[in-house]
């Protein structure tokens, strides 16, 4: 555990370290952060994998992340997220830049990462029953030396016996490490308050853009109204004026028929009478 503090402020950095023949592990967290990170390396062939887990980080939304990082440690080559909602993306990186989204990456190629995921993860075990052996051996240590007065000739006595003055150290590490978790615990809250704030905007201007929608689909509806009413009145004023020339042609026809029957009637009285005026005639009246 790395502890940097001074000036009312302070630093915690938890670095576990594993390796053998075959790979390094090295696991870091903090107790101000709400990530952790497990970074796989394997020294012969010069790469490396970095796990994060960012299941307690409310604001995140990964659940965890799989990267290649290089020796600057930037993401470079393929990384692997997994979102809270359940999803799963692949990505690839060039040298801590974003190159390509939404690849599928080969299932065997899955199976190598997971596979170095288990590896990373059964050393951090390891290292988690070492760390508590050794603190477990510091303090027998501790309750040994710090029991009496115990004088030692091998180094100065004073400095052998500041291990026993570890208490009151990490009373002022620890008061410290408190006010930053409790200004932290504020920023978050700040940070809650931001995003709901952000949220209800997002919902007033939703609710505004529909009403706007609605106002405009009202007013789209009572144009085309007004436009199919006129539209309505314009035939039926045209199919009037079409009737009322239709009956007029009507008229007009049928009093033409009663004017040709009526000559037609009138040329055949003319006729009779002509015959009748001959026949007159023949007979000497």
Not at 76 to 87: D, E, H, L, T, V
Not at 101 to 127: C, G, T
Not at 134 to 150: L, P
Not at 210 to 215: E, K, L, R, S
């Amino acid at each position: 555990m790395q502890v940097a503090y001074g000036q009312g402020d302070i630093d915690i950095t938890n670095t576990w370290f594993y390796e053998d023949d075959k790979l390094q592990a090295i696991f870091q967290s903090s107790p101000f952060l709400d990530t952790s990170a497990l970074v796989y390396l394997n020294p012969l062939h010069n790469y490396a994998y970095r796990f994060t887990d960012f299941s307690n980080d409310e604001f995140s939304e990964f659940k965890s992340t799989i990267e290649t990082i290089n020796s600057d440690s930037k993401t470079n080559g393929f990384a692997i997220g997994s979102y809270k909602n359940g999803n799963v993306e692949h990505f690839e990186f060039v040298n801590g830049n974003l190159k390509r989204k939404n690849l599928s990456l080969p299932q065997d190629y899955l199976n190598n990462i997971n596979a170095k995921f288990n590896e990373a993860r059964k050393a951090l075990s390891m290292i988690e029953i070492a760390q508590k052996k050794a603190q477990n051996i510091e303090s027998r240590y501790k309750s040994k030396i710090c029991a009496g007065k115990t004088k030692v000739s091998f180094m100065d006595n004073e400095k052998y016996m500041a291990i026993c003055n570890d208490d009151k150290l990490q009373a002022e590490i620890y008061k410290l490490a408190q006010d930053k978790l409790a200004l932290i615990e504020k920023q978050k809250v700040a940070k809650r308050e931001q995003i709901y704030r952000e949220k209800m905007i997002a919902l007033q201007q939703q609710h505004l853009q529909q009403q706007q929608n609605q106002q405009a689909w009202d007013s789209l509806n009572r144009s085309l109204q007004q436009t199919s009413n006129s539209i309505r009145q314009s035939t039926d004023a045209y199919t009037r004026q079409i009737n009322n020339t239709a009956n007029s042609i009507n008229q007009q026809t049928q009093r033409m028929q009663q004017q040709r029957q009526h000559e037609a009637e009138m040329h055949e009285l003319r006729r009779l009478n002509n015959n009748l005026q001959q026949l007159n005639n023949k007979l000497g009246y």
